[in-house]
């Protein structure tokens, strides 16, 4: 993704803005109901969120919650079941 790529040439791939880019752009998917999009960006999000603040931060559990939206709409019940319940 352009925006993503952009953004890590300023910032280290772990740093928070590259993880903001990739919630936004989860977000948006999400909301478009491209759901494949939108798990791989929130998947990139949690990963970065979660060397950030830790894995019992609130942005985690929301971020396992928008993950288990997007499985869910996208029929992956197993993987939505497991993220609403981190959330």
Not at 41 to 67: C, D, M, R
Request: proline share 1%; net charge neutral; with cysteine.
């Amino acid at each position: 993704c352009i925006i993503v790529t952009d953004i890590k040439k300023v910032y280290s791939s772990t740093h928070e803005q590259v993880a903001f880019a990739h919630n936004s752009l989860g977000s948006v998917y999400l909301d478009l109901g491209i759901h494949d999009s939108a798990i791989y960006h929130q998947q990139q999000y949690l990963s970065i969120i979660k060397k950030v603040y830790g894995p019992n931060h609130k942005e985690t559990a929301s971020t396992h919650f928008w993950l288990g939206r997007a499985y869910r709409d996208s029929g992956e019940h197993d993987s939505a079941k497991y993220h609403f319940e981190k959330s």
